[in-house]
């Protein structure tokens, strides 16, 4: 069965750095929408960014220009590198591979970003 986990996350200073990573299960990655999401206590779930299989990539407005994210179908992985990090960006981060109607989604990794 799809299997995600993120890993990555953990506590910086604004304006430092994380990369995120999502390891994927099986044999069907490279044929994945992956995307980035991420959601605080109390949020909305939001798009952060996504790639397609063919490295077509849509960025939300507020982490243009500071977030990258890129796929390695060779490792089964998707990434989310994150610079300039704002106490803003301060949320659970999760991974979620989508193939045509079908969605799977990972278990979250925490970012942390001081004031």
């Known amino acids: 069965q799809v299997h995600l986990v993120e890993s990555g996350g953990g506590f910086v200073q604004a304006g430092g750095s994380l990369r995120l990573s999502c390891a994927a299960s099986g044999s069907g990655f490279r044929s994945w929408l992956m995307s980035w999401y991420r959601q605080g206590p109390g949020k909305q779930r939001e798009l952060v960014a996504s790639i397609s299989p063919t490295g077509i990539i849509d960025y939300a407005d507020s982490v243009k220009g500071r977030f990258t994210i890129s796929r390695d179908n060779a490792k089964n992985t998707a990434y989310l590198q994150m610079n300039s990090l704002k106490s803003e960006d301060t949320d659970v981060y999760f991974c979620?591979?989508?193939?045509?109607?079908?969605?799977?989604w990972g278990r979250g990794t925490q970012v942390t970003v001081s004031s």
């Open positions: 979620n591979g989508r193939f045509y109607a079908r969605n799977f």
